[in-house]
């Protein structure tokens, strides 16, 4: 099967560091993404994982260890404007070329002063 | 660069009835997948087309179809709708040889009433 786990909801302060987590199942495994969705708008693109460790990219940081099926988005100094849903996705591998990705659910972080 | 548009952005539909969503990629964008996304179930992976052929294809209902066009411009087709069809529909497009980092629209949001 396919299953993608993150928690529903966060929340952190302003300036601090906060860490979203991600495990997955899927058949084959083909990189791993983090997008940032603001309320109403599209998802954008943070960050791509294929290999294991740290992919490091201003403030934000993402981990893969894939014989743990596990991944995290680091988010420091945070701002107000990180107040966005954070959505893991995994791409499988199939025998041809594709985009497809399986998404988590998101991870709705509330940034407070 | 103009980004990935999705026409119309918002739409009211009937049950029973048939609708149309259209997607015009980033230029020089051959790839094109569509998603559904909804508060329950997250972002699920509708189908992929890429020059103008169908690579990949979700876990939905035959009424769910779609197609691309020579210029990489894409449609999709539901028919028969219903109720729980109601979501916001979103398309990405990606370069061929850039296939991991892909781009939103920003959606159009389907009401089934």
């Known amino acids: 099967g396919q299953n993608i786990d993150q928690p529903t909801e966060m929340t952190a302060t302003e300036g601090a560091i906060v860490q979203i987590n991600c495990t997955y199942q899927?058949?084959?495994?083909?990189?791993l993404f983090w997008y940032q969705q603001h309320a109403g708008e599209a998802p954008t693109f943070l960050s791509y994982n294929v290999l294991d460790g740290l992919e490091e990219k201003g403030r934000f940081s993402s981990f893969l260890s894939r014989s743990k099926g596990y991944s995290y988005l680091l988010l420091k100094e945070l701002q107000m404007k990180d107040s966005a849903s954070y959505l893991c996705?995994?791409?499988?591998?199939?025998?041809?070329?594709?985009?497809?990705?399986?998404f988590g659910t998101g991870t709705l972080l509330a940034v407070q002063p | 660069k103009a980004g990935v548009t999705q026409t119309p952005r918002y739409l009211i539909k009937t049950r029973g009835q048939q609708v149309t969503l259209s997607c015009s990629p980033i230029s020089g964008h051959r790839s094109v997948s569509w998603y559904q996304q909804t508060p329950g179930q997250g972002l699920q992976f509708l189908f992929e087309?890429?020059?103008?052929?169908?690579?990949n294809k979700g876990n939905f209902p035959g009424r769910f179809s779609g197609r691309q066009f020579s210029n990489s411009r894409s449609e999709m087709n539901v028919s028969t709708l219903e109720l729980g069809d109601s979501a916001l529909y979103l398309c990405?497009?990606?370069?061929?040889?850039?296939?991991?980092?892909?781009?939103f629209g920003p959606g159009t949001r389907l009401t089934v009433t």
């Open positions: 087309y890429f020059s103008e052929t169908q690579r």
């Open positions: 899927t058949s084959g495994f083909n990189g």
């Open positions: 990405a497009s990606s370069l061929a040889d850039r296939e991991y980092e892909q781009y």
């Open positions: 996705a995994v791409k499988p591998r199939y025998g041809g070329a594709t985009n497809k990705l399986i």
